[in-house]
Nanobody, 115 residues
Framework: QVQLVESGGGLVQAGGSLRLSCAAS????????MGWFRQAPGKQREQVAA???????NYPDSVKGRFTISRDNARNMVYLQMNSLKPEDTAVYYC?????????WGQGTQVTVSS
């Protein structure tokens, strides 16, 4: 089992920045990749960043150039740096981890971007 706990959400004005953190614990050795997802009210959950165990990253066009995912393996942490935030980035952001057999999710942290 893997446990994920997010932190760092909050209220920010458009154009501002936030850094989300995700602390992983448990069977860390089983994790192949980690990522950040978000879900806005009335919308489907979407992936906004992913990072493999080798450090390769991937972003959708909607956040490319504004969001950066990184991981600190020594501290079992994953981060999402979000710059140039827009009101449409408002959502609950979830940290996720994938092993060969399971997907794990954190409880989510709210990000609200005011115009």
């Amino acid at each position: 089992q893997v446990q994920l706990v997010e932190s760092g959400g909050g209220l920010v004005q458009a154009g501002g920045s936030l850094r989300l953190s995700c602390a992983a614990s448990g069977s860390i050795f089983s994790i192949d990749a980690m990522g950040w997802f978000r879900q806005a009210p009335g919308k489907q959950r979407e992936q906004v960043a992913a990072i493999t165990s080798g450090g390769s990253t991937n972003y959708p066009d909607s956040v490319k150039g504004r969001f950066t995912i990184s991981r600190d393996n020594a501290r079992n942490m994953v981060y999402l740096q979000m710059n140039s935030l827009k009101p449409e980035d408002t959502a609950v952001y979830y940290c996720a981890a994938r092993s060969s057999t399971d997907d794990y999710w954190g409880q989510g942290t709210q990000v609200t971007v005011s115009s």
